[in-house]
T-cell receptor
Framework: DIVLTQSPVTLSLSAGERATLSCRAS???????LAWYQEKPGQAPRLLIY???SRATGIPERFSGSGSGTDFTLTITRLEPEDFAVYYC?????????FGQGSKVEIK | QVQLVQSGAEVKKPGASVKVSCKAS????????MHWVRQAPGQRLEWVGL??????????AQKFQGRVIMTRDTSTGTAYMELNSLTSEDTAVYYC???FGPGPATLGWFDPWGQGTRVTVSS
């Protein structure tokens, strides 16, 4: 199984700052089939990015995804108050699909 | 809008079974595979299995084979996941999620997700 390791585990930032989250795979993710989700307490996970870099419908432009092979990045250019949450990456290029352990973006 | 609404929290004793429902709205239920994913406390999200709402065919993660049953009711647009022989290790939040993407049904990304159902297994 592909193991996804996210870093950092916790990122403390202020609103307006830039957040850079990493997702590293234990082996190459086929066709860069990687997604990112945002999760807030008591809410359903929300799709942000699929195909490593394609924004889902309705997702603001401040969210962007990049990377290929084993290294992927989610960038939030200017944090808004509603962006403080936990972020997960998920690969769907190799069976079984797997998830990272999550990165929490908290208010500094 | 597209929405998945799950049933409420459950508390079960070891050895019991639990059945979680997931009601879809805002789209044609039979058009998209439905997956189930769970997250135990302190653990990462884990894939449980999927159902094809069109014909009811299922694929389960090896870990849950023989213990999970996924069904659907096309008349109400509802998917169900039943997990048997519960142990404390099954304590988790269970999510249903609509699948997108190319390739086999066992792979893909998910949008949207249900709000989650907390299942607690305790004596």
């Amino acid at each position: 199984d592909i193991v996804l390791t996210q870093s950092p585990v916790t990122l403390s930032l202020s609103a307006g700052e830039r957040a850079t989250l990493s997702c590293r795979a234990s082996q190459s993710v086929q066709s860069n089939f990687l997604a990112w989700y945002q999760e807030k307490p008591g809410q359903a996970p929300r799709l942000l990015i699929y195909g490593a870099a394609s924004r889902a419908t309705g997702i603001p432009e401040r969210f962007s995804g990049s990377g290929s092979g084993t290294d992927f990045t989610l960038t939030i250019t200017r944090l808004e108050p509603e962006d403080f949450a936990v972020y997960y990456c998920q690969q769907y290029g190799n069976s079984p699909l797997t998830f990272g352990q999550g990165s929490k973006v908290e208010i500094k | 809008q597209v929405q998945l609404v799950q049933s409420g929290a459950e508390v079960k004793k070891p050895g019991a079974s639990v059945k979680v429902s997931c009601k879809a709205s805002g789209y044609t239920f039979t058009t998209y595979f439905m997956h189930w994913v769970r997250q135990a406390p302190g653990q990462r999200l884990e894939w449980v299995g999927l159902i094809n709402p069109y014909d009811g065919s299922t694929t389960y993660a090896q870990k849950f084979q023989g213990r999970v049953i996924m069904t659907r009711d096309t008349s109400t647009g509802t998917a169900y996941m039943e997990l048997n022989s519960l142990t404390s290790e099954d304590t988790a939040v269970y999510y249903c999620a609509r699948r997108f993407g190319p390739g086999p049904a066992t792979l893909g990304w998910f949008d949207p997700w249900g709000q989650g159902t907390r299942v607690t297994v305790s004596s």
